[in-house]
């Protein structure tokens, strides 16, 4: 995985598990799927 992947996918976690504090599943689940589009093929 390229190193820009990589710190994409690293800014997409931290503003996940801040969405994970509120208990918002269906917006870290759409917010990483928006993110990381290549991990889900």
Known sequence: M???GMLR???GLKRA????RENNWESVLAMLQ??????QA
Do not use: N, R, S
């Open 9 to 11: 996918l690293m800014k």
């Open 2 to 4: 390229p190193i820009l």
């Open 17 to 20: 598990v801040g969405t994970c």
């Open 34 to 39: 928006t993110m990381a589009p290549e991990a």
